[in-house]
């Protein structure tokens, strides 16, 4: 089993940047590894994935202001948010998936807000 911590949310004026982190508890090497995000009274929404393989994938919302890492020898992905908007507001959640394994993290609040 896997745990995964996030960290680094906080409050950001629009237009500024901000870096999530998620830790794994064990390694990451065969997870595929996404952020996802919830926005107060909307679903959650897929934002950004990376394969194990390094390929990614962004929701059409934020290409081209997020860029989603992962580090296998520190067992963390990241999230690096650029140009945020105050629709940007939300819990974000890190996530690891291998066939049927899934597991979240508790969520790391961001705030876009001047």
């Known amino acids: 089993q896997v745990q995964l911590v996030e960290s680094g949310g906080g409050l950001v004026q629009p237009g500024g940047s901000l870096r999530v982190s998620c830790a794994a508890s064990?390694?990451?090497?065969?997870?595929?590894m996404g952020w996802y995000r919830r926005a107060p009274g909307k679903q959650r929404e897929l934002v950004a994935d990376?394969?194990?393989?390094?390929?990614?994938a962004y929701a059409g919302s934020v290409k081209g202001r997020f860029t989603i890492s992962r580090d296998n020898a520190k067992n963390t992905v990241y999230l690096q948010m650029n140009s945020l908007k105050p629709e940007d507001t939300a819990v974000y959640y890190c996530?690891?998936?291998?066939?049927?394994?899934?597991?979240w993290g508790q969520g790391t609040q961001v705030t876009v807000s001047s």
């Open positions: 064990g390694s990451i090497f065969t997870y595929a």
């Open positions: 990376v394969s194990s393989a390094y390929t990614t």
């Open positions: 996530n690891a998936h291998h066939g049927e394994d899934v597991y």
